[in-house]
């Protein structure tokens, strides 16, 4: 098993997300944002702690409501800063905030964000990354492999062995070209 898939299988704060979230494909634009800005905000530190301030985040970013967080004024960036619960960069949450808007845009030009990744899809990761960095704010090569493999557009989210591999390709995710 990879390394995530031995180390996530049970434990109390991964073991929830490894068996029902990472890898499993989704297209709810909710879900997409929230996805990547737990990778966003998880630059230079570990998953756990991302997991674990998860509901604080949501709660900060209004359940990750492209629209709310598009309108975020600079009142809203202070008091994001001042929250305790969540990570507290300021360059992560103007990345948050400007990549809301980005999305909502994307609903003009393509329909939405999971619109945007179909129009995209297949790339390699490499690819991908330069699509991103062209596109959205923060969003490095570590930062765009981890949220495409957690969404199911790049494979790589579980070991062959791991007992949650079947039911991913059951549901068909973009990586396997389907």
């Not at 494979?155 to 991913?168: E, M």
Request: glycine letters at 8%; a positive charge.
């Amino acid at each position: 098993m990879s390394s995530y898939c031995t180390f996530a299988v049970g434990h109390p704060v991964h073991g929830h997300y490894h068996d029902s979230e990472h890898g499993f494909p989704a297209r709810d634009e909710a879900v997409l944002f929230e996805r990547l800005c737990m990778e966003i905000m998880q630059a230079g530190l570990s998953w756990d702690i991302v997991l674990k301030r998860r509901g604080s985040l949501r709660a900060a970013f209004a359940d990750y409501d492209i629209d709310r967080i598009a309108g975020f004024s600079e009142a809203d960036r202070i008091r994001l800063l001042a929250d305790p619960g969540i990570i507290r960069n300021r360059l992560k949450v103007q990345a948050i905030i400007e990549n809301a808007r980005i999305v909502r845009d994307l609903r003009r030009s393509h329909g939405g964000f999971a619109a945007w990744l179909d129009a995209h899809h297949p790339r390699d990761k490499a690819a991908w990354v330069k699509l991103f960095r062209q596109t959205f704010r923060f969003t490095g090569g570590e930062i765009v492999g981890e949220f495409l493999m957690s969404l199911g557009w790049l494979p790589g989210a579980h070991s062959q062995d791991c007992p949650v591999l079947p039911r991913i390709v059951a549901l068909k995710p973009p990586w396997l070209g389907v």
